[in-house]
């Protein structure tokens, strides 16, 4: 199957100095099994593979970390401070994170709100300022807020990553306006991350000239996460393909497509 | 002597280093992070950190997430 890509010229994804092909990343968690779970990385294309760090199990020390399936020479593991309510608690999960030895990336989350999973802003631009002067490529999560996002870049972020909507939430691209401004003020990637339901969602998202967009629900959440992981893959690969192309002007009014002159007399 | 692993009880023998910790819960060293009262201690240092009556110690891995 022939795609747009091959006829489009892009650049490659360049984040906190790591280059990637693939634009879209893809999470880890709430697959049914790690079968369907790596047949879903597979098909999505994703180079970057988001992880979470917890406590190991003690009572089945037999049972495998998700490192048993991902090979971190394939894919570039990019960990999460999800579930961390305080810049203390998600610098400290980062610093745990690092150590695992693979690279000194972090998808920094520090989250405000129970019910919406909204982040807590103040606790992000604290903890963003002390991990990168510690030397963490720092990707934020944020919510779609323009002074945010533009705080979070002067602090050193890698990239910055504002919402679609609510984590987990499916409702899509709630605000392309807000996106697109970040997206315009901002030098460093722009990165959406949370809400994309299918893949009409990841496709207007991208094409409103973001950089890479992430998910993980939309694909583990699906009846066939695989087949959506490559529905996915497409759409990211079209809203791209269709930003670089440049869409026609809206209007109010029908325009003809076919010619006006050279009708026959009534 | 007891200790408090991931936020549980546990015995371990008196003495044990860090390493040995792992050993007793057969966990795989390179397979883990640890962290002993709230430092981190670095995988070559893990069979030099004496475990002392009390200590907290948390073993966390990577597992699936968003």
């Keep these: 199957m022939t795609t747009a890509v091959e006829t489009i010229r892009d650049e490659p994804l360049t984040i906190g100095g790591r280059t990637f092909q693939s634009r879209l990343m893809v999470g880890t968690g709430k697959y049914p099994d790690m079968d369907t779970m790596m047949r879903a990385i597979e098909a999505s294309g994703a180079e970057v593979v988001t992880v979470a760090v917890r406590r190991v199990n003690l009572d089945r020390s037999k049972e495998t970390s998700v490192l048993h399936f991902l090979d971190p020479k394939r894919i570039f593991l990019l960990a999460n401070t999800a579930g961390c309510y305080t810049a203390a608690d998600a610098m400290r999960y980062a610093r745990l994170a690092r150590e695992a030895g693979f690279n000194d990336f972090v998808k920094l989350e520090v989250i ?155 | 002597m007891d200790v408090v692993i991931n936020g549980e009880p546990r015995r371990v023998t008196p003495g044990a280093s860090l390493l040995d910790v792992l050993g007793q819960l057969q966990l795989d060293p390179r397979a883990v992070v640890v962290e002993h009262n709230r430092r981190i201690v670095r995988r070559p240092a893990l069979g030099d950190v004496k475990v002392n009556e009390g200590d907290a110690i948390e073993l966390v891995h990577f597992v699936g997430g968003g």
Excluded: W
Aim: glycine share 10%; aromatic share 2%.
């Design chain 1, 112 to 266: 405000g709100d129970e019910e919406t999973l909204l982040p807590d802003v103040a606790g992000l631009l604290e903890a963003a300022k002390v991990l990168v002067q510690e030397g963490f490529k720092v990707l934020a999560y944020t919510n779609e807020d323009l002074v945010t996002a533009l705080r979070l870049e002067d602090a050193g972020c890698a990239a910055v990553m504002p919402l679609a909507s609510p984590i987990g939430s499916g409702l899509g691209l709630l605000n392309p306006f807000s996106v697109r401004t970040i997206k315009r003020r901002l030098h460093v990637p722009v990165i959406v991350d949370a809400g994309v339901g299918t893949a009409s969602d990841a496709c207007v998202t991208m094409e409103q000239g973001v950089d890479g967009i992430l998910m993980n629900t939309a694909i583990a959440a699906a009846q066939d996460p695989v087949a959506m992981a490559q529905a996915m893959r497409l759409a990211t690969i079209a809203g791209r393909a269709a930003y670089l192309a440049g869409r026609m002007p809206k209007r109010e009014v029908a325009m003809p497509s076919s010619p006006i002159k050279g009708m026959l007399d009534s």
